[in-house]
């Protein structure tokens, strides 16, 4: 027997579902990044809390503590700053921490990625698989990673999930492989099915450390774009297949910062658009 009762309001709805049922049949749902729902079970009870897209994207950047700001100044532009930001509440003010640094983007420029960001709805196209464009929007960061060995000074302080660069770490960049947009370990997959990935252990240093960033996280949506870092820069100036670079110094610097527990998120925006969305999503002035 199920009972259902749907309550909306402007924008979202609540749904409550009550069915006779037993406990370990109950499986739980979690906020979605791109935050569509968000499920709250009991026993025999379950509701749903719907939120529009733009409401679930203010309570996840209220839960950002730690701010990478990246401004570019169009569409166009392979490179731009970047700023940290720090805050102690969602109801505090953002603080620069530190000055702002160069940093390399895509050679074709920026397209709006897939992030915890609503989508845009405008004429500017979404990124795609080795268009050259680093996405825009926001992001959060998941992970760092690099030559280091965990046990070493920058292992044992990362504070987020660290991923030692080794010969069988593979970033899968193939749209048609199951693992697409993942960085796994090859020795632990038994039949790979890709036709192509990113080395994380390098010749140079590009990847000598980086940091993560959830473009087109769970589920990847396959051509949609992968493999989206913070990373090392090949030198200054010299634009990116699609990520976010700078020098070595800037990105040690940065990743011994960041903290998983402050819901580091990347901003990343074209100055017209940050200009645009800055008072809606809460964003602090930047100056170079």
């Given at each position: 027997m199920v009972f259902h009762r749907r309550i909306d309001w402007p924008n979202c709805c609540?749904?409550?579902?009550?069915?006779?049922?037993?406990?370990?049949?109950l499986a739980p749902d979690f906020l979605h990044p791109t935050g569509k729902s968000a499920r709250i079970e009991a026993r025999s009870v379950s509701i749903v809390f719907i939120m529009s897209s733009e409401q679930a994207f203010q309570l996840l950047m209220s839960a950002t503590r730690q701010l990478i700001l990246v401004i570019a100044e169009d569409w166009?532009?392979?490179?731009?700053?970047?700023?940290?930001?720090?805050?102690?509440?969602?109801?505090?003010?953002?603080?620069?921490?530190?000055?702002?640094?160069?940093?390399?983007?895509?050679?074709?420029?920026?397209?709006?990625?897939?992030?915890?960001?609503?989508?845009?709805?405008?004429?500017?196209?979404?990124?795609?698989?080795?268009?050259g464009r680093a996405p825009a929007g926001v992001f959060a960061i998941t992970a760092l990673f690099g030559e280091a060995a965990p046990d070493s000074a920058l292992g044992r302080a990362a504070r987020l999930p660290y991923l030692q660069a080794s010969i069988n770490l593979k970033a899968?960049?193939?749209?048609?492989?199951?693992?697409?947009?993942?960085i796994v370990d090859q020795s632990s997959i038994t039949q790979p099915d890709w036709a192509s990935c990113e080395e994380m252990l390098r010749?140079?240093?590009?990847?000598?450390?980086?940091?993560?960033v959830a473009h087109n996280a769970e589920p990847p949506l396959p051509g949609a774009g992968s493999c989206i870092f913070l990373?090392?820069?090949?030198?200054?100036?010299?634009?990116?297949?699609?990520?976010?670079?700078?020098?070595l110094a800037n990105m040690s610097e940065l990743a011994g910062w960041l903290d998983g527990a402050a819901a580091p998120a990347l901003v990343q925006l074209p100055r017209g658009e940050y200009e645009?969305?800055?008072?809606?999503?809460?964003?602090?002035?930047?100056l170079v």
């Open positions: 609540l749904f409550v579902e009550a069915r006779y049922r037993h406990r370990s049949q166009a532009s392979s490179g731009g700053w970047l700023r940290r930001f720090v805050r102690v509440g969602a109801d505090e003010a953002w603080q620069p921490l530190g000055s702002a640094v160069p940093v390399s983007l895509g050679r074709s420029g920026l397209a709006w990625g897939r992030g915890l960001h609503p989508e845009s709805g405008g004429t500017v196209p979404g990124k795609q698989e080795g268009d899968i960049d193939d749209p048609a492989s199951r693992h697409y947009n993942r010749s140079d240093q590009r990847y000598a450390i980086g940091a993560v990373h090392v820069w090949a030198s200054a100036g010299v634009p990116t297949a699609g990520c976010t670079a700078m020098s645009e969305l800055r008072e809606a999503w809460g964003l602090p002035d930047f």
